[in-house]
């Protein structure tokens, strides 16, 4: 079990369940404590993901919306790019299962992407270098802008 340090933990209400739901810079979710539409104490926990890292949010018309961790944390924490359909996001270190908010990044699709097994097997193999790549690609982008 990894350690947080709740000190430099942040949390942001999610837009469209404030009041319900946060989201945290760690890449975590929880519900706020509150009381249901059927005068139900409902207490406040941190979700548990699926295995594909998503969760299952149920609004105020008890409609249930299921998103990606990682998708939630980058709308909330990451500068958004202006053009979308022109980049994806992707971990920094290849771990799909490390949703902080500092190993989120978003990259153009532009040829020449690094895919996440590959940019693991960087990060493993030539963990010196691999910093180098993604300086690079940052700076790229901001050619680009």
Known sequence: MTRVNKMSEEWKDIRGFVGYYQVSSFGRIRSIPRISAYNRRLSGKIMTLCKKGGVRLWGSDGVE???YVKDV?????????QEMDDFFLTYIDGNPKNRNKDNLKYMHKGGGYITTKAMRWLYDEHKAIFNELVLISTVKLENNK
């Open 73 to 81: 944390v980058a709308d909330h924490f990451l500068e958004t790019p």
């Open 65 to 67: 919306v299921r998103v």
